[in-house]
């Protein structure tokens, strides 16, 4: 006797379906991305057109720019600023996609004349902290505020005063991204980038050294090694 399945059913088949293609998709997009292709990861990832693949695209286009020439590094930070505003629009609860737009943000700032790169640092801090109300163990975000805090100390007194920066916070925040993710080698190079900021080249090469043992898989985790005994050698 054959089955027949009623619409309901069949509703809840497709729907399944189309969530395991995309769960795919995505994954299939983040393997491009690992593999250093973030051109071809940030389109396939927009294509999706759901939060999680405006929020990889948004990544991956914010990395790529590091590997861009410096003409064209605004114009990606831009794009990966529009990516993560399209993140948010389709999943307001999308701790990632916060993410996203406050680092695009961070990197826009470099960019910027003084107003302008004190008004994005203000709308960095309010979306890394609702990264963070969203999924507080977001070790990344945690690196970023920190850095967030030694940008703008080391820009001065009228900046911490306009923004609220602070330099007892810049530890913590990196201790607990450290604490939470103890592999991640990047953490501690941002560490190291954020004590030279302050000017403790010692304390910067203790994270160094400590980077420099940790493994590397991806082409990024492999950029982030290299990077990191680049800058130990020349603190030696």
Do not use: C
């Not at 963070?132 to 100390?153: E, Q, S």
């Not at 820009?155 to 913590?172: D, E, H, L, M, S």
């Amino acid at each position: 006797m054959r089955l027949s399945l009623t619409r309901p059913a069949l509703v809840t088949l497709a729907l399944t379906a189309a969530a395991t293609a995309g769960a795919q998709s995505q994954q299939a997009a983040q393997a491009l991305f690992d593999e250093g292709k973030w051109q071809e990861a940030a389109s396939s990832a927009a294509a999706l057109n759901t939060g999680a693949g405006f929020a990889l695209a948004a990544e991956a286009t914010t990395a790529g720019a590091a590997l861009s020439p410096d003409n064209q590094k605004k114009a990606l930070f831009e794009k990966a600023q529009g990516y993560a505003r399209q993140a948010i629009a389709l999943d307001k609860n999308n701790a990632d996609a916060y993410f996203e737009l406050a680092r695009a943000e961070g990197r826009l700032a470099q960019y910027s004349g003084i107003l302008n790169s004190l008004n994005l640092a203000g709308d960095m801090r309010k979306n890394l902290d609702q990264a963070l109300k969203l999924k507080p163990n977001m070790a990344g975000a945690y690196v970023a505020l920190g850095l967030w805090h030694a940008n703008l100390v080391a820009k001065g007194r009228a900046a911490t005063f306009v923004t609220g920066a602070r330099a007892n916070q810049i530890t913590p925040n990196f201790e607990k991204a450290i604490a939470l993710e103890p592999g991640v080698a990047v953490h501690r190079i941002e560490y190291a980038n954020a004590l030279l900021l302050q000017g403790n080249k010692a304390g910067a090469a203790a994270q160094l050294q400590k980077a420099v043992s940790l493994p590397a898989e991806t082409f990024w985790q492999k950029r982030d090694l290299e990077e990191a005994k680049a800058r130990l050698a020349s603190l030696q």
